[in-house]
């Protein structure tokens, strides 16, 4: 099991190596193709270099074409679009007709969205959604907007959950264009304490005898979920759940050796900390009421404290021999978790978490530990 728990981490550990060397690859493929800045003066594309971001209450920049090293001064109303340092700005009027006032606004949004964003870079900061040629601006009341603007009560609940910054705006104008029905929906990143109760299996070896032992203590553990939802449907996260646990357990033993019988009390008590990592899929059952989950993923524990002691005899024919000695066992164990559960919720998107969650870690000297728990937490 130690055996295999090496080989998971260590392909764990490649994968991180592989993915690092990836970004670092593709981060030098970009650098080698440099994506270079233009301006578009009435429908004609111009290449060239811009100084700096848009000034004058953005509706000014200046540009140095390729053919001509001058560099030139244009207004919002002779430019209608720009690209400055692959981010992208357009002229859009924040007036009326009767009363334009055009501005660059930068668009933070994938191109092939519905629903584009934009942002005013001033102190303002106001974002901006554009519908059928239209543009809104999110100020305080931008909840009640953006419900009225998306017309979609599917992404109700995600609405109630947005803040005004540009990675949730976005989720939540991608829901907006593909969800036709509802779903689950929560913060981007979350949080769970619970306390649990477990069954433990714990193979400890005998000092000096080539003899094992498993003892069956239950344990009582209290910890922490920290959820970070991936993607923008917010049904897959990446979970790191910091756990405490402790037990103790006092098991009778008996077994032959050296021609000798032996009997024997075994008693440890024993504190950790475990440290879970894993992957978490969500499957709705009743959408903002009641879903369900599975996850998996890697564990790391590092005991904190331990005391085992074994009170032994040794019957050799009519002579008993008692004893006692105190033995140590890994306190460092690695492996897998794996975990399933479900949750509901109430107002605000907060509920209770009912699940399980499984262990198999391994450490030196053949040392194993199954852990199977039930937990119960709240999520806020």
Do not use: C
């Not at 429908?43 to 100084?51: A, C, F, N, R």
Request: charged share 20%; no cysteine; net charge neutral.
């Amino acid at each position: 099991m130690f055996e295999k728990s090496t080989f998971i981490l260590k392909a764990i550990q490649f994968t991180i190596f592989f993915f690092t060397l990836s970004i670092i690859s593709t981060s030098g493929s970009f650098a080698q193709s440099k994506i270079f800045d233009f301006i578009v003066v009435e429908e004609k594309v111009t290449p060239g270099s811009l100084e700096n971001m848009p000034s004058e209450s953005n509706t000014v920049i200046f540009f140095t074409p390729n053919d001509n090293s001058k560099k030139q001064k244009y207004t919002v109303l002779q430019v209608s679009e720009f690209r400055f340092n692959g981010r992208m700005f357009f002229r859009k009027n924040l007036g009326t007709a009767a009363k334009p006032q055009y501005k660059f606004l930068e668009r933070v949004s994938a191109e092939s969205q519905r629903f584009p964003l934009f942002r005013l870079h001033d102190e303002s900061g106001y974002f901006y959604i554009g519908k059928d040629d239209s543009l809104f601006p999110l100020k305080e009341d931008y909840k009640e907007k953006l419900k009225e603007v998306l017309e979609n009560p599917n992404v109700d609940p995600l609405v109630d959950l947005t803040d005004l910054k540009e990675d949730q705006l976005n989720d939540l104008l991608q829901n907006a264009w593909i969800l036709t029905k509802p779903r689950t929906f929560t913060k981007p990143i979350v949080f769970t304490p619970y306390v649990g109760f477990g069954f433990i299996d714990h193979l400890i070896n005998y000092p000096d005898i080539n003899h094992s032992l498993v003892i069956r203590p239950k344990a009582i553990m209290v910890g922490i979920n920290t959820e970070y939802f991936i993607n923008y449907h917010r049904n897959i996260s990446l979970n790191f759940s910091p756990q405490l646990i402790q037990y103790q357990s006092l098991t009778f033993d008996t077994f032959q050796a050296f021609g000798n019988r032996y009997e024997s009390d075994v008693f440890v008590r024993f504190s950790s900390i475990q440290l879970p990592v894993s992957i978490r899929y969500y499957l709705d059952i009743s959408p903002n009421k009641l879903r369900l989950y599975g996850d998996l993923g890697a564990v790391a524990s590092f005991g904190l404290a331990q005391q085992a002691t074994i009170y032994e005899a040794i019957i050799e024919k009519d002579e008993i021999q008692s004893s006692k000695s105190d033995f140590e066992f890994p306190n460092n164990h690695f492996g897998i978790t794996y975990g399933f559960g479900m949750e509901r919720y109430f107002k605000k998107h907060k509920g209770l978490v009912l699940g399980m969650k499984g262990l198999h870690i391994s450490g030196k000297s053949d040392s194993k530990i199954t852990q199977n728990q039930l937990f119960l937490g709240y999520k806020f």
